[in-house]
């Protein structure tokens, strides 16, 4: 059975789980705790030396990078054809989406959401005020785009129906209210847009899935009382050099 | 209306797409833009694309900006192939967080910003962004390429282009990164082959005269950018 090496805090994780599940495409969910630093552990080090998640590995195969591992399951389970659909334009849209996104609003919500949940415990200080304030700025410049650019007035981001593009924009939108920081606050165009997904999706599937990310609060103390602490926190403050 | 290309051969993902075009022999119109300039920031530019990078592609009415690669060509390209494809994918999502970032920002550093800008860049800046360079070839050898011709199969892909462009921004600031790493050098020697030396060298032309042209840039039009780039590089 295909097995996903996952931790339900990550974004590209849930967008990989989301969709398998939603799709109901069999998988062997394997857990790689992040706090607890299993990434570097020699055993995932033999699965992907590049040490994040999420991880595919389909018989011999393995595969990282979640929009790749997204596009393999659309291409090996031909699904329903909205979910990356054939058409030269509407594929280009997706694919336009799933570029923008990593250093956008994916590196956007990532950072407000670690200066929150890790800057403190890591670099042994509070999150100077300046830096804070560009990060909400940049987050905001990508809401801004997200809902001008890629949203417009449709009620998905190609159009009437649900896609890929969407899965990984919403979880990319949920880091942030890990740390209480609510993206979607003042923009209705975007709550109704969440809305939809969720609805597409299973609200409870939805539910689940952040069920970790909602208990966030409880990580900076859940990664200091780890054993593997001392050893993850140089890795961890290149994160915020 | 023809196919138009909005690039300014300064950008890495313009010259993949420009590289890609040029040896499929799509034709198209080379709407030129100068990003030292700040044209992207001109009206006009901000009709074809909201976010205002480049490139960005118009085919008649459809205006598209980042993915302009997936024009119908020979399939080798973008195999067809399940996992050839995957593997196309798996590289193209982790460069722009590796490779691409931290090439461009070795460029800035070492160049505009010191040069241009006028800024002095602290050496703890540039140790550690030299260290994530590091990481981003060392696994771009020993995941990507590991003992392949290419990055992906026997055949050159829109994955070794999209690489060989990225790793060519650093070396425009001086940096040989290629020294020491024979792997990664017969590798670039066999994608400049598959691309055509005469098309690669005309890609980079620009940004390889870079150093030398720095000298007659005029560093007040650089001033508007100044504060936006300082907060991302340094």
């Known amino acids: 059975m295909m097995e996903l090496y996952l931790d339900l805090v990550s974004p590209p994780c849930r967008s990989v789980f989301l969709f398998a599940r939603a799709l109901k495409i069999p998988f062997e969910f394997k857990r790689v705790d992040l706090a607890a630093g299993q990434q570097y552990s020699q055993e995932f080090g033999e699965i992907s030396i590049v040490r994040k998640i999420p991880v595919m590995k389909d018989g011999g195969f393995i595969l990282t990078e979640s929009t790749a591992i997204l596009k393999y399951l659309v291409q090996k389970y031909s699904v329903a054809d909205h979910w990356f659909p054939a058409d030269l334009q509407q594929r280009a849209r997706a694919n336009e989406y799933l570029s923008w996104q990593h250093m956008n609003l994916r590196a956007h919500c990532s950072k407000v959401f670690l200066l929150k949940a890790l800057f403190p415990i890591v670099m042994d200080a509070e999150v100077p005020k300046e830096t804070m304030d560009a990060a909400l700025e940049n987050l905001k410049q990508s809401l801004n785009l997200l809902e001008e650019k890629f949203l417009q007035n449709k009620p998905f981001i190609l159009g009437d129906k649900i896609s890929v593009a969407d899965v990984v924009a919403a979880v990319e939108m949920m880091q942030p209210l890990g740390t209480g920081v609510d993206g979607f606050e003042g923009r209705p165009k975007l709550i109704a847009w969440r809305e939809r997904v969720k609805k597409e999706l299973g609200e409870k599937l939805f539910e689940e899935a952040h069920e970790m990310l909602m208990k966030s609060s409880s990580l900076p103390q859940t990664l200091k009382s780890s054993s593997s602490f001392d050893k993850l926190k140089p890795m961890l403050q290149k994160l915020f050099r | ?234």
Not at chain 2, 157 to 165: G, H, S
């Open chain 2, 1 to 234: 209306m023809s196919l138009e290309l909005y690039l300014d051969l300064f950008s890495q993902p313009c010259r993949s797409v420009y590289i890609f075009a040029k040896k499929n022999k799509v034709s198209f119109e080379f709407k030129k833009l100068s990003l030292l300039d700040g044209e992207h920031y001109g009206e006009e530019f901000g009709k074809i694309s909201l976010i205002r990078k480049v490139p960005a592609l118009r085919d008649g009415d459809f205006l598209e900006t980042q993915a302009c690669s997936k024009f119908k060509t020979p399939d080798f390209w973008y195999p067809a192939d399940l996992q050839q494809r995957a593997r196309v994918n798996e590289y193209l999502s982790w460069q722009h967080t590796a490779i691409r970032m931290h090439g461009s920002k070795i460029f800035w550093l070492r160049l505009l910003i010191p040069k241009v800008m006028g800024v002095e860049v602290p050496q703890e800046k540039m140790d550690s962004a030299l260290e994530d360079l590091q990481s981003s070839l060392k696994l771009i050898e020993e995941k990507f390429l590991q003992d392949g011709p290419f990055i992906v199969g026997d055949h050159i892909t829109l994955a070794d282009l999209v690489a060989i462009v990225e790793i060519m921004q650093p070396v425009a600031s001086g940096l040989d990164v290629f020294e020491g790493r024979p792997k990664l050098s017969a590798w670039r020697d066999r994608v400049q082959e598959a691309i055509g030396k005469e098309l690669f060298d005309e890609a980079h032309q620009d940004i390889l005269a870079v150093q030398e042209s720095v000298k007659t840039i005029d560093s007040g039009k650089m001033q508007i950018f100044k504060p936006k780039i300082l907060k991302l590089f340094m």
